[in-house]
């Protein structure tokens, strides 16, 4: 989400700079904490079970 908020607010803000937009409502609101998740990676089982019979896995 925070990278998702820095590309708005700089196209935001070259927008203002091309007289597009007359004010960049993105610099409003405090930006989104950047907080990392550790990833579960799925077990073997778990990732047959999700490609299905079909799916060419042996």
């Not at 708005?8 to 700079?17: C, F, G």
């Amino acid at each position: 989400m925070l990278k998702t908020h820095r590309i708005l607010a700089r196209a935001l803000k070259v927008a203002m700079q091309r007289d597009i937009v007359t004010r960049n409502v993105a610099t409003l609101v405090e930006p989104p904490s950047s907080t990392e998740e550790e990833i579960e990676p799925v077990s073997q089982a778990e990732a047959r079970g999700l490609l299905g019979p079909g799916s060419g896995a042996p």
